[in-house]
């Protein structure tokens, strides 16, 4: 089974919706805008029933090289990690 590209999501909700294409779009072109920006300077964003971005530090630590072998030292970083709301979770599984 092949995955939904961005436009036949783009469609199954304007039909779903009974919103245009260009609304639908629209729509998700300012969630995806909020998302970015809440998770930026509050740390996560929420999408009740689905999941929620959420921004975290992760440590310094040790790592190889896996053409050499040869040990390395992998910075500390900011990551943006998804967790599946638990709703998701029980219908999905």
Do not use: C, W
């Not at 609304?23 to 999408?47: C, H, P, R, W």
């Not at 072998?69 to 219908?91: P, Q, Y």
Request: charged share 30%; aromatic share 6%; net charge positive.
């Amino acid at each position: 089974m092949a995955k939904m590209t961005k436009g036949q999501l783009l469609n199954a909700m304007a039909e779903a919706t009974g919103m245009s294409k260009k609304e639908v779009t629209n729509f998700f072109d300012q969630l995806t805008a909020m998302a970015y920006k809440e998770v930026k300077s509050n740390g996560e964003f929420a999408i009740p029933g689905i999941g929620k971005l959420v921004k975290m530090h992760r440590k310094e630590r040790m790592g190889r090289n896996p053409a050499t072998g040869e040990t390395i030292k992998i910075a500390a970083k900011t990551v943006v990690k998804f967790r599946v709301a638990k709703a998701a979770k029980d219908s999905l599984l």
